[in-house]
């Protein structure tokens, strides 16, 4: 069965410095990889998606990046963290095949910037 | 997307009772629609989902209907307990398009 994994759980950093979450997916190959973010009380703003290695699509221009250095790792960057960048970071994979697929999420990553 | 700086709407029910909740959906090209549920502090799971070659879908206490004539999307939970308290998003998709999620509804349920 397929798996996604989301770490650090939880990240308390000031402002200005770096940031880095990582996401791993396991039992498929070749998925869709989605970075999402929610403010508290608000809907899923989509941030970045990938359908492949090294292939990024940015969704909002923002203060974050994402990287995808091997198929099933998705990783959420920032060299300068801001105040606004605090939310609910959730990663997402899908299978990377036609017609369309369940979006399966992880358990989050909870960022506040102080 | 708009939605995602908005308050999310409330359901409030009582233990027992069932619930409705809605969904307007935007694009009429869209095949594919799942009920996603959220937790407090959790990443969402997918609850049921629905093609667009269907107008009702049951699962374990739960029914979606879809009418395509107004892009309308409910999502029914019978017999509500405490457990069922959370938000519910609902996300419409297409093939090789990216998921496009609702706003979100907060559901609470009293004992």
């Known amino acids: 069965s397929q798996t996604i994994h989301q770490w650090p759980a939880t990240l308390v950093q000031p402002v200005g410095s770096p940031l880095s979450l990582e996401c791993t997916v396991e039992?498929?190959?070749?998925?869709?990889l989605y970075w999402y973010r929610q403010a508290a009380g608000r809907g899923l703003q989509l941030l970045f998606y990938s359908v492949g290695i090294g292939q990024i699509s940015s969704e909002v221009p923002q203060n974050l990046s994402a990287s995808r250095p091997q198929d099933r790792q998705f990783i959420l960057s920032s060299k300068k963290l801001l105040l606004s960048d605090s939310g609910f970071y959730l990663c997402?994979?899908?299978?990377?095949?036609?017609?369309?697929?369940?979006?399966?999420f992880g358990a989050g990553s909870r960022l506040t910037v102080l | 997307g708009e939605s995602v700086g908005l308050h999310l709407p409330t359901l409030s029910v009582q233990e027992g009772d069932n619930s409705i909740i809605n969904c307007a959906y935007s694009n009429s090209a869209s095949d594919y629609f799942i009920w996603y549920k959220q937790e407090s502090g959790k990443g969402p799971q997918f609850i049921i989902d629905i093609r667009s070659n269907m107008d009702k879908r049951q699962g374990q206490r739960v029914t979606v209907l879809l009418n395509k004539t107004v892009k309308h999307l409910s999502l029914q939970i019978a017999a509500t307990q405490p457990g069922d308290s959370a938000v519910y998003f609902c996300a419409e998709n297409r093939s090789f398009q990216k998921l496009v999620f609702g706003t979100g509804t907060r559901l609470l349920v009293s004992p």
């Open positions: 039992g498929t190959s070749n998925p869709n």
């Open positions: 997402a994979w899908e299978k990377g095949t036609a017609g369309a697929n369940v979006l399966t």
